[in-house]
């Protein structure tokens, strides 16, 4: 359940960053989300989906999630720096009853863009090859579509640079690029796509590939500390975790050291985890106490320090 015109309060703090419990709506209205206005290099969220069936955190459906998603846009986008980035992770959605996707996902988008006066800087597609295949009924049972296996990241800013070095996020060279750096020589001139390939441009090392928009991540390691956390604690395991990969690209792409990092809709605390590994500050946000104790699995000071004071069995 939210809480509704409660003050969130810190759950826990680390070196870098802290936990709030509360609502993003009751964080934005509170002191220390006015004191955060310009001050957010990042802000990266997986919101609640639009869902057809409402779950336990309460997802809102239809017209009502387009409204509640762009206000919430509009007042976060505030809280951004000037070259700040707002980077938003959607997944699809289909229609009750019927193997038709959704287009709430795409209208969200459309709704958050004008609703925050944000540019689209560039779209992500995320594809998770170990997702189970859904929608069951249609994919599963009656075979009539393929598994839905990506989601989209949008990632947006009010001006058309954003802070962002792609160097950042350098990928390894293929082999054939490293046989190439070798051999310091290729067939230069034009291609049938008309390309005009210079007699040196692919004969410098710049230390990896500059990677495409098409990302790839899988969420299926079992043994991760925050899983083990949770079991022996015997917390619920958030059931829509982002890979850790994918926070890792966009921290990385988009801030420097000690910027500070925002999810308002924190979930397991991906987000914070990673962005305390890299030297970022943060801040997170989220209502559900079970995903917050859960979350703590994911610091080491943090899960210790909890274990510490919690009481002694008599
Ligand atoms: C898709 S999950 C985020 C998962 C997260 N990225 C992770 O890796 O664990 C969305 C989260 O938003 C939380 N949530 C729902 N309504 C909220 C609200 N009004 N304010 C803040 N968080 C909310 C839910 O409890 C849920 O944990």
């Known amino acids: 359940m939210l809480m509704s015109g409660n ?116 779209q992500f597609v995320v594809n998770n090859p170990a997702r189970l295949p859904s929608p069951a009924q249609w994919v599963n049972v009656e075979r009539i579509r393929v598994k839905d296996s990506y989601t989209n990241v949008w ?50 090392d710049n230390g990896g590939a500059i990677p495409g928009n098409v990302l790839e991540f899988s969420n299926t390691v079992s043994t991760d500390r925050y899983r083990a956390y949770c079991r022996e604690n015997d917390l619920k395991v958030h059931p829509a975790r982002m890979p850790p990969g994918l926070a890792e690209f966009f921290v990385k792409l988009l801030t420097e050291e000690n910027d500070l990092v925002l999810d308002p809709f924190g979930g397991s605390n991906t987000t914070g985890a990673v962005a305390e590994e890299l030297g970022r500050q943060w801040i997170s946000i989220e209502p559900e106490p079970e995903y917050i104790e859960g979350s703590k699995g994911r610091f080491d000071t943090v899960a210790r320090d909890s274990a510490e004071a919690a009481p002694e069995p008599i």
Not at 93 to 119: C, H, I, N
């Open 7 to 122: 003050e969130p309060t810190i759950a826990y703090e680390t070196d870098l960053g802290a936990m709030y419990q509360g609502s993003v709506e009751d964080f934005l209205d509170s002191s220390l989300g006015c004191g955060l206005r310009g001050e957010a290099q990042m802000i990266f969220t997986s919101p609640p989906f639009p869902l057809n069936r409402k779950k336990r955190y309460g997802n809102k459906v239809g017209t009502e999630y387009l409204e509640w998603l762009g206000d919430l846009a509009s007042s976060l986008g505030d809280l951004l720096t000037e070259d700040g980035s707002f980077v938003v992770e959607l997944g699809n959605a289909w229609e009750p009853g019927e193997p038709v996707m959704s287009t709430l996902a795409l209208e969200a988008l459309l709704r958050v863009l004008s609703a925050g006066d944000f540019k689209l800087c560039q």
């Open 155 to 204: 990632w947006m800013s009010r001006v058309p640079r954003p802070k962002a070095n792609n160097r950042n996020v350098l990928t390894g060279y293929s082999p054939s690029m490293k046989k190439l750096l070798r051999r310091q020589s290729y067939n230069s001139g034009r291609r049938p796509s008309e390309h005009k390939i210079g007699e040196t441009s692919f004969l410098t």
